[in-house]
């Protein structure tokens, strides 16, 4: 059981990449029982007879699943173990009922409290996080783009880069005995995606409308920023991504009263065309932007450049750490020339995904976009 307390839910301003959606404030939650760990692919199948991970092992994370899924799949177990089921689904409208005993996605808040574990720094093991603790693009430890040409300056030195999730069980838990808060999958929370209250709060379940659901912790594709203890990544609720899994809460007493959510809207809702563009070194960032093509049906534009960059890992690494430094703006090979067609723009780049009239302009965990 994960015993209940009052933090300080966000991150300090002082604080290396924090987003602006990231405001301290202080909350306080519940008891509340937690799992250990993400929950596996054997453990979806068993439930609902079907398996969407991209990546294939029964003591792996399930992935692929959207917040949709992930909801349907608490009712189902809750019922096959005789709790009573926490949501009432209509549709793409949701209920909870907070007096529920049975298996339920984890509030933001929930999730940030457990993921810290008593810690208020960036990350639950202090002030860094190597890819011997956790599964991430191990090659991009955090704070590693300021250091570029100083890497002696860094906490932790770039590592592994696995290009995989990992069995549940891998590395240390936090202080509290929970394995992967950090990493291997991103994890679906019941949240609206929106701005924090300022105001003091008691078992906050975030704000009441929304386009976008949030997920927490990052992926094993994701840079070490992106997993931060406060920090938020947010994708439409019936969409599925194979670094977003779920971590199953219970709770430890019971709720009253309920929380409606209404109908999830689409990017592609706001009737115009969407432009995928996106700048690719390795060639991830060009087959997850290919991914968010087949899943929203929007066009694509890879950007190149007049002079390229070198295709050796260690001299790219400098010319960037150059032309960050510089704020350089290499000279393009191709434009878009129908800019004014398009309503919805979503940049891909080394480092995050900015959709540029979404709520959030930020990574929204599909790392290296």
Known sequence: MVHGGTF?????????WRSEDEVQHT??????????????????????????????????PAENISWLDA????????????????YTVDGSDVTWDRSADGYRLPTEA???YA???GTTTPFNTETSISAEESNYYGHYPYEIEDNYFSQGNLTTKPGEYRQTTVPVTSFSPNQWG??????????WVWDYYGAYSTEEQTDPTGTETGTLRVYRGGGWNDFAKNMRSAYRAALAGDKGSFNIGIR????????????????IEHMESTGGRVLIAFFSWGGNTKGIAEEIQAQTGADLFEITLVNPYSNDYNTVLDEAQRDQNEQARPELANHVENMEEYDTIILGYAGGI????QEKPQNQGFALI
């Open 71 to 86: 909801v349907s799949y608490c009712n189902a177990r809750s019922e096959r173990e005789g709790l009573t089921p926490v």
């Open 27 to 60: 909350v306080t939650v519940s008891d509340f029982y937690m799992s250990a760990y993400e929950l596996t692919q054997a453990e979806y199948q068993e439930i609902t007879g079907e398996n969407p991970s991209s990546f294939s092992g029964e003591d792996l």
């Open 248 to 263: 199953l809460v219970r709770n430890a007493v019971s709720g009253t009263g309920s929380v409606t959510s209404a109908g």
């Open 354 to 357: 900015i959709g540029l009239n």
């Open 115 to 117: 993921c810290r574990a």
């Open 178 to 187: 929970l394995y992967n808060m950090h990493g291997n999958v991103g994890e």
């Open 8 to 16: 300080q839910m966000g991150s300090p301003e002082e604080e290396a």
């Open 110 to 112: 929930e999730w940030e």
